[in-house]
């Protein structure tokens, strides 16, 4: 257990609907990643968030949105959602601002089929 | 570019081998690396990093890497196969540029 909590593990939902994934970072960890895992695309990183604001950006649809509270958990927000965007959708989170340098914890992920 | 790359997207190896899964980077300075492994429906887990400090880096259950900066390679092994160690295995480089960067992942097999 990486201590990184994500919600809902899997979740199914329709062409252009709206989803909202949840993460809990290791306590402690004031950083937040999100990445993609898709079978043609494998690992991309999302978006990072460090003590609630925006640190550093992937490659990130503009249909989707995240943020960071002030009690460091994360959602991420996926609209118009196409077949595509169907992936295994992860949280990391690390103590440091930057990912240089620092271990990266992930969670189990949160399966997103799009039908 | 900055890249990881990972050589054979399934290796199998029959319980009690050894075990060599291969990794190479691409970088005019050496990034910090990882080795992390999935399984089955479960998210990654880190099985050791490579910061510099020895260039040889021992992890969890068994496995270890040696950095080459002579090779650009980061290979993992390990001494004897079991059968839990079937998974998805992920190197990972981190370069400086606010994130990791994966490659493509090796699918281990163990052979009873």
């Known amino acids: 257990d990486s201590g990184v909590t994500q919600t809902p593990k899997h979740l199914i939902t329709a062409t252009g609907q709206r989803v909202t994934l949840r993460c809990s970072p290791r306590?402690?960890?004031?950083?937040v990643y999100w990445y993609q895992q898709s079978l043609d695309q494998g690992l991309q990183f999302l978006i990072q968030y460090y003590n609630g604001e925006e640190r550093a950006k992937g490659n990130i649809l503009e249909r989707f949105s995240a943020q960071q509270f002030p009690d460091l958990h994360s959602e991420l927000n996926l609209s118009s959602l196409e077949l595509g965007d169907s992936a295994l959708y992860f949280c990391?989170?690390?103590?440091?601002?930057?990912?240089?340098?620092?271990?990266?914890?992930f969670g189990e992920g949160s399966w997103l089929t799009v039908v | 570019a900055q890249s990881v790359t990972q050589l054979g997207s399934h290796v199998s190896v029959s319980e009690g081998a050894l075990v060599l899964l291969r990794c190479n980077y691409s970088?005019?300075?050496?990034?910090?690396l990882f080795w992390y492994v999935q399984y089955p429906n479960q998210g990654l887990q880190l099985l050791l990093k490579?910061?510099?400090?020895?260039?040889l880096v021992k992890g969890i259950n068994d496995f270890e890497a040696e950095f080459k900066k002579s090779e650009t390679s980061f290979h993992l092994t390990k001494p004897s196969a079991h059968m839990s160690d079937a998974a998805e295995y992920f190197c990972a480089g981190d370069f400086g540029n606010e994130k990791l960067t994966f490659g493509t992942g090796t699918r281990l097999t163990i052979i009873p």
């Open positions: 490579y910061t510099s400090a020895a260039t």
């Open positions: 990391a989170s690390s103590v440091g601002e930057t990912a240089t340098g620092n271990t990266i914890y």
């Open positions: 306590s402690g960890d004031l950083s």
């Open positions: 970088s005019s300075v050496p990034p910090y």
